[in-house]
């Protein structure tokens, strides 16, 4: 699980590293209901970075799997912006199978957060 969790980990530092590095790619995509764009970009990314590091240790692994798994589900709505404004990113539209994809790689991405947590225990017996 060690593996797991120092791979997911390291994802999540670079995708929030790359918020502070190219933050006008991520600005595009925050939904235009919610204010302050930029700073939500800032604050998602530094989320991210903190998530990431987090998960990596155990001692704070189960804290973190928790609270990625609902940052991923209150990041989705940017996700969904995108799919039902035909918005880019990175100077790219994605077609309906792309965004079904990217939907079904949010979903396993917060299965993975919670079977590091340890509240998805696929070996448990059930008797």
């Not at 001692?59 to 928790?66: H, P």
Request: hydrophobic residues 55%.
């Amino acid at each position: 699980m060690n593996l797991i969790a120092i791979v997911y980990g390291f994802a999540f530092i670079m995708v929030g590293v790359a918020h502070f590095r190219e933050p006008d790619k991520f600005v595009e995509i925050v939904p235009a209901i919610l204010p302050f764009p930029l700073f939500l970009v800032y604050l998602s990314g530094g989320m991210e970075i903190a998530g990431g590091i987090a998960i990596i240790y155990p001692e704070t692994r189960v804290l973190a799997g928790r609270l990625l798994a609902l940052f991923l589900i209150g990041v989705y709505p940017a996700n969904l912006y995108m799919w039902t404004h035909d918005v880019g990113f990175n100077g790219s539209t994605f077609s309906t199978q792309a965004h079904i994809l990217r939907l079904i790689a949010q979903l396993l991405l917060i299965v993975i957060a919670l079977f590091l947590s340890g509240d998805l225990d696929f070996t448990e017996n059930s008797g």
